[in-house]
C-alpha cells in the first residue's frame, strides 16, 4: 500500500507563491486518483483540489480556483499544489490524499477516502 508524504510548506506573504508536494511511495501510485485538502484552525477539513489517474480531469474548490494548479508526475510518483496570490486565509494544514476513484466522496471532509498523508503547514502573513 502506497504512503504519502507532503512537503513544501511553510511561512508566506500574501500575494506570494508556494508549491506543495506529495510524494507516494509504492509502485500503484499511477492507479490513484490525488487530491489536497486543508485544515484551518479551528476548521472543518475542506477539498481543496483533485486529479484524476492521468492528470486529465482536475477539480478545484472555489475558493482556490483560479489561484491553483494540481499536477501530477506519475514517472515520480508525485503530486503537486501550486498556489499563487495566497491570502491570510489559505492559512492551514494541507494534506494529501489518494484514492482509486475520483468521485463525490472528494468532497466535504472526504472522510471516506483510501490514503492521507501527515500534511505540511502552510503559513499566509498579512
Known amino acids: 500500500q502506497a504512503q504519502l508524504v507532503e512537503s513544501g510548506g511553510g511561512l508566506v506573504q500574501a500575494g506570494g507563491s508556494l508549491r506543495l508536494s506529495c510524494a507516494a511511495s509504492?509502485?500503484?501510485?499511477?492507479?490513484?486518483?490525488m487530491g489536497w485538502f486543508r485544515q484551518a484552525p479551528g476548521k472543518d477539513r475542506e477539498f481543496v483540489a483533485s486529479i484524476s489517474r492521468s492528470g486529465g480531469i482536475k477539480n478545484y474548490a472555489g475558493s482556490v480556483k483560479g489561484r491553483s494548479t494540481i499536477f501530477r508526475d506519475n514517472a515520480k510518483n508525485t503530486v503537486y499544489l501550486e498556489m499563487n496570490s495566497l491570502k491570510p486565509e489559505d492559512t492551514a494544514v494541507y494534506y494529501c490524499?489518494?484514492?482509486?476513484?475520483?468521485?463525490?466522496?472528494?468532497?466535504?471532509?472526504?472522510?471516506?477516502?483510501?490514503?492521507w498523508g501527515q500534511g505540511t503547514l502552510v503559513t499566509v502573513s498579512s
Open positions: 509504492g509502485r500503484t501510485f499511477h492507479i490513484y486518483a
Open positions: 490524499a489518494a484514492d482509486p476513484d475520483l468521485g463525490p466522496h472528494w468532497r466535504g471532509l472526504g472522510e471516506y477516502l483510501e490514503l
